[in-house]
C-alpha cells in the first residue's frame, strides 16, 4: 500500500478535502438524505407559475459532500430542462441550478457533480429525486426515474440495487448476459433484474383452456423464471375449484392452462373452459436498461 489516512502519524494525519471526498464516496452514494435527522422537506420540487420551481428544505450527499438547503427556495425554470444540486469542488459550493435544455442524466464529473431534482419537458415537472437512507438501497420515485439517471450509455456498477416507490419493487443491474437453467430463460446485458408479483384477469381457451400472460400485464421486459397459479372466476364469487399449470413459453409470454371444475351431480364432474379468470402470477423478470 502507497498511502493510508486517517492516523495519528504522518502523513495519514493530514486532512484534506480530496481524501475526504474519496472515503465519503463509500459511506453513501449521491442522494436526497431520507434519514430522520435530516433537513424536513426532502428538496421536494414543486411547479408554480412562471415557470418556477418552488423546492423545500433538505439536505442530501453530493459526490461524497453533505448539502443543506435550509429554507426552501424557488428556482426559475423554462418548459424544457433539468434542476440539479451543482457542487464545484475548485471553489467548495453546492448550488440549486436550472440547466436550460439539458437531459438526463446530469454531468457527473471530479470537476463538477451535479445530483437531479427534477426535470421539465413541454412545461411538465417531473421528480428526479434519489432517495438515500442508511442501511437501505438508493430509492427512487419509478423505474421510469432510475432509467433515466442510469441509462445504458452510463449504468451503474455491477450489482448495483436500487428500490422504487410505485412498485415496492428492488431492482439489481447486471452488466453481463447470462443464460439460467432451463426453464429459465436467456437474459441480456444491461439488466435490471427483480422479484414480481401481479394478478391479471385473462379468458381461457374455449377448447384448450390456455391464456397467454405478457410480461406488459407484470410490468417487465422479460421473463426468467416464472410460475403462477389460476386463481377464482373473476365473473362469480370464488366457490367453485379452479386448477392451473404453467406452460413457458419464452421471456416474453407464460402460457396458463386453467379449467373449472365442479360437481354437477353426485359422483360426477364438470370441466368448463373459456373462463374469465384471475391467474396470480410471480417469479424472476427484467427490465431494460
Known amino acids: 500500500m502507497t498511502a493510508v489516512w486517517p492516523t495519528d502519524q504522518s502523513p495519514g494525519n493530514v486532512s484534506s478535502e480530496a481524501r475526504w471526498r474519496k472515503m465519503a464516496r463509500m459511506w453513501a452514494t449521491s442522494g436526497v438524505d431520507d434519514s430522520p435527522l435530516a433537513v424536513a422537506g426532502r428538496l421536494a420540487p414543486t411547479l408554480a407559475a412562471g415557470p418556477i420551481i418552488n423546492v423545500a428544505a433538505g439536505a442530501c450527499w453530493v459526490d461524497g459532500h453533505y448539502c443543506e438547503l435550509n429554507p426552501g427556495t424557488a428556482i426559475p425554470a423554462t418548459a424544457n430542462g433539468v434542476l440539479v444540486v451543482r457542487f464545484t469542488p475548485a471553489d467548495g459550493r453546492s448550488q440549486l441550478v436550472y440547466v436550460d435544455a439539458a437531459t438526463l442524466p446530469p454531468t457527473q464529473t471530479a470537476a463538477t457533480w451535479e445530483l437531479a431534482i427534477a426535470s421539465m419537458a413541454a412545461g411538465a415537472l417531473t421528480d428526479r429525486r434519489m432517495f438515500l437512507r442508511a442501511g437501505a438501497p438508493p430509492c427512487f420515485p419509478n423505474f421510469a426515474t432510475l432509467k433515466a439517471l442510469y441509462p445504458a450509455t452510463a449504468p ?31 437474459a441480456p446485458a444491461n439488466r435490471w433484474e427483480c422479484t414480481f408479483y401481479a394478478t391479471v384477469t385473462k379468458t381461457t381457451g374455449a377448447t384448450d383452456g390456455i391464456t397467454t400472460i405478457g410480461v406488459a400485464d407484470c410490468n417487465v421486459d422479460g421473463f426468467i423464471h416464472v410460475g403462477g397459479h389460476g386463481g377464482w372466476d373473476a365473473a362469480a364469487p370464488p366457490n367453485l375449484n379452479h386448477a392451473s399449470h404453467a406452460r413457458w413459453v419464452n421471456a416474453g409470454a407464460l402460457q396458463m392452462r386453467a379449467w373449472n371444475v365442479s ?23 427484467w427490465r431494460n436498461g
Not at 162 to 184: E, H, I, M, N, Q
Not at 263 to 285: E, H, I, Y
Open 156 to 186: 451503474p456498477p455491477d450489482g448495483y440495487q436500487a428500490t422504487t416507490l410505485d412498485d415496492g419493487r428492488t431492482y439489481t443491474f447486471r452488466s453481463a448476459a447470462f443464460t439460467y437453467t432451463p426453464p429459465g430463460a436467456a
Open 263 to 285: 360437481a354437477t351431480s353426485a359422483g360426477s364432474l364438470a370441466v368448463r373452459l373459456n373462463s374469465v379468470l384471475n391467474f396470480t402470477v410471480w417469479g424472476l423478470g
